[in-house]
């Protein structure tokens, strides 16, 4: 199957009050694989008239600050308007068909794709009907989840963490980031998570 795996920044958490500022998309296909660095991959950034956050989000946030701020010409940049038409264009160029209704639809993986980034997505202009996501989503927390120990679904630096990654830290980039739910669910193309059942007490 191929699946988009999606990571948004943004100024905060509130998809009424804050505003998406980095948007990043990368296309698997679990069928024919390719490395990372290889993969279709889209990125933009989002020009507002006024940014609204909270201070956490926009200091983590502060290299997207800068590189909005720049005045040279910038191909990742756009505005919200423009961001569901180019990444519709961009799926088109990788082998996505538009259904009856002339809509891509995408299956889509992400960490907290359903809480975080779907609410900001649907209030983008194009979002249903230019694009839309499938109705299952992919969350690699499932994947790593320690069924017997955890108390809550397993953050992206202790999924990162059980996959023996070299790095646990989460890069808060959005294609970084993207690039690394893809990396944490490429284990289970050839052994799915029913047959890991027995396995989950090494997951520590």
Request: aromatic share 8%.
């Amino acid at each position: 199957m191929r699946y988009i795996s999606l990571d948004l920044e943004t100024t905060g958490g509130n998809p009424g009050r804050h505003q998406i500022l980095e948007l990043a998309a990368v296309v698997e296909d679990t069928k024919h694989l390719r490395p990372l660095a290889e993969l279709p991959a889209f990125r933009r950034v989002v020009r507002h008239p006024d940014y609204t956050g909270t201070a956490g989000a926009l200091a983590l946030n502060a290299r997207l600050l800068e590189e909005l701020a720049r005045k040279e010409p910038n191909p990742e940049l756009c505005l919200p308007e423009e961001l569901m038409p180019q990444l519709r264009e961009f799926l088109l160029l990788h082998g996505f068909r538009p259904d009856k209704k002339d809509c891509v639809a995408v299956t889509l993986a992400g960490k907290n794709i359903g809480s975080f980034d779907v609410p900001f997505l649907r209030l983008l202009p194009g979002w249903g009907t230019l694009v839309r996501h499938e109705p299952a989503l992919l969350d690699p927390a499932a994947f790593y989840l320690n069924w017997r120990k955890d108390s809550r679904l397993p953050t992206m630096s202790i999924c990162k963490a059980r996959a023996h990654f070299a790095d646990d830290t989460v890069a808060h980039q959005a294609l970084a980031d993207a690039l690394d739910v893809v990396q944490l669910l490429r284990p289970f193309y050839e052994m799915p998570l029913y047959k890991q059942v027995n396995n989950a007490e090494e997951l520590d």
